[in-house]
């Protein structure tokens, strides 16, 4: 079974706090991503990686960077807390597939709950 | 307006009856659709993925796409209290190289013993 674990499930940090959130997969997965989940908003992405070092912006990057130093673990960054950013983040992985033919089929964390004073 | 819309519920059901989930969309060019369940506290789960207008079914779920109305719909038979959870639908598009998924807000969905 793929398994993607993230460091902290619940995690309070104050404005200003530079806070980092790690994410590691155990499936030998290229892909990785980054999302918030936010009531009424659903999920929206934050940053995603398809390979080591490599990053691509998802639609909502601002206030967010992220870090792919090795294939299994994916870190996001958030530089300077602000109380918009109180979420739910949630990591996920998939294999690199044929993209023309097959869905990219995701694989989540349990999130981390995310507050910001 | 939103590329992917869901009516968040909640929805209440007795146990034992068939529940129609929904979403619909505006975007042509997804290509792949697939429904998530994501329990309380934890995140969401894969449960079906379909590609094309149609029908899928594994064991008591049904997904069904029909890309001329842009509608999906996920069905269960015989709901049980353990399907109490969130469904989020989403759908895949190739953009710019690669998948872009898009999720839907989730349909909270509560069975009742």
């Known amino acids: 079974d793929v398994k993607v674990t993230q460091s902290s499930r619940y995690l309070v940090k104050r404005t200003g706090e530079k806070v980092f959130l790690e994410c590691v997969q155990d499936?030998?997965?290229?892909?990785m991503f980054w999302y918030r989940q936010d009531p009424g908003l659903g999920l929206r992405l934050i940053y995603f990686s398809y390979d080591v070092k490599m990053k691509e912006k998802g639609d909502i990057p601002e206030g967010y960077s992220v870090s792919r130093e090795k294939k299994e673990r994916f870190s996001l960054i958030l530089e300077s807390a602000s109380t918009n950013q109180t979420s739910m983040y949630l990591c996920?992985?998939?294999?690199?597939?044929?993209?023309?033919?097959?869905?990219?089929?995701?694989?989540f964390g349990p999130g981390t709950r995310l507050t910001v004073l | 307006q939103k590329e992917v819309e869901q009516d968040p519920g909640p929805l209440s059901v007795p146990e034992g009856a068939i529940v129609s989930l929904n979403c619909t969309y505006s975007n042509s060019a997804f290509q792949y659709f697939m429904w998530y369940r994501q329990y309380s506290r934890k995140g969401p789960e894969l449960l079906m993925y379909t590609y094309s207008s149609g029908n899928k079914e594994d064991g008591r779920f049904t997904a069904q796409v029909d890309k001329s109305s842009k509608y999906i719909s996920l069905f269960i038979r015989d709901s049980q209290p353990s399907d109490s959870a969130t469904y989020l639908c989403a759908m895949s598009e190739v953009t710019g190289g690669y998948q872009k998924v898009t999720f839907g807000i989730g349909t909270k969905l509560q069975v009742i013993p």
């Open positions: 499936m030998d997965h290229e892909n």
């Open positions: 996920a992985s998939s294999l690199l597939l044929d993209r023309q033919t097959s869905t990219d089929t995701q694989y």
